[in-house]
């Protein structure tokens, strides 16, 4: 591959290089993500692919957003060195079929991967595929896909890869909305009502004390059903682990994750809820 050749031309001039890996659609969220890598690396690479084998439900697959040349005017502004926009037989050359599985543990059960089956294997196989062909120094993802980015850590020690993940904080809208690819389906009075999943992250923040938690998540779910929202989850969860805690220390570092439909839309969104 041309660009793999590239890169390593850089990497042997001592550059370092940032990778960022999309689906495309790009908006302020995954500009920061570009602006992180580029203050700190020599070379920015930004791949857009829409990965077939994450998406567990093929309609929403099918439905979702492209955005192509939107996307290389915002990379073109950005100053971004770098757009990889592979077709899907460079990434899987043999098909989809046999493609390798990864041993996750239990974060493939839980959460996203208990709502979504098949989708963090599918997500290893691409970031697997592309951490090959990019061999960047430094990996730049979203806390907003919190789970994703404790996947994508396993796979970096499983696949015993140098290249360091970054973590970046969640960009939102002025009043709260998680900044999501997805949300440009949504109807303006859909887009009001998702709002209540912020809302309800903040609550459990603001409002969390040691001991049980029940009440904190029944009250929420209830407030995300107020709004027409249909929940997949909404749980408080140990950081590191994402293991579900109903009766808290005061000491454990605590996550609130949340999954909700409005209509078709499925919106994800998360709070560190403490340090
Ligand atoms: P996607 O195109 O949705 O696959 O996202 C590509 C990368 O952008 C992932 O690492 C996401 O976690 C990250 N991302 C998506 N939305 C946001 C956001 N609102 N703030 C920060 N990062 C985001």
Same mark, same amino acid.
Request: hydrophobic content about 25%; overall charge positive; cysteine-free.
């Given at each position: 591959m041309e660009l793999a050749g590239y890169i390593i031309s850089c990497k042997a001039a001592g550059k370092k290089t940032g990778f960022v890996p999309t689906m495309g659609a790009l908006h302020p969220g995954h500009q920061s993500l570009l602006e992180s890598s580029m203050l700190s690396t020599d070379l920015t690479v930004c791949s857009i692919f829409i990965n077939p084998?994450?998406? !567990?439900d093929p309609a929403d697959f099918r439905r979702y957003p492209l955005t192509i040349e939107q996307d290389v005017y915002l990379l073109e502004q950005s100053g971004v060195d770098i757009l990889f926009l592979p077709e899907v037989n460079e990434i899987y050359p043999n098909g989809t079929g046999q493609l390798p599985q990864y041993d996750l543990g239990n974060l493939e059960d839980i959460l996203e991967g208990k709502y979504r089956p098949g989708h963090f294997q599918g997500v290893c196989q691409v970031m697997h595929r592309l951490l090959d062909v990019v061999q960047p120094n430094h990996l730049y993802m979203g806390q907003k896909d919190y789970q994703q980015c404790l996947v994508v850590k396993r796979l970096i020690q499983m696949i015993e890869s140098n290249v360091v993940l970054h973590t970046c904080p969640t960009v939102r809208e002025s009043d709260g909305l998680a900044m999501s690819s +997805?949300?440009? +389906?949504?109807t303006e009075q859909d887009r009001k009502k998702a709002l209540a999943i912020h809302d309800v992250l903040k609550n459990i923040k603001e409002n969390i004390r040691p001991g049980s938690l029940g009440k904190l998540i029944t009250d929420g779910r209830m407030k995300l059903e107020q709004n027409d929202l249909v929940p997949d989850y909404l749980e408080i969860a140990?950081?590191?682990?994402l293991q579900p805690v109903? !009766?808290?220390?005061? !000491?454990a570092p605590l996550i609130a994750l949340a999954a909700a439909y409005i209509h078709e839309v499925r919106l994800i969104d998360n709070m560190r809820l403490n340090d």
């Open positions: 084998t994450q998406f !567990n +997805r949300n440009m +389906r949504l140990h950081a590191s682990s109903t !009766n808290w220390d005061g !000491n």
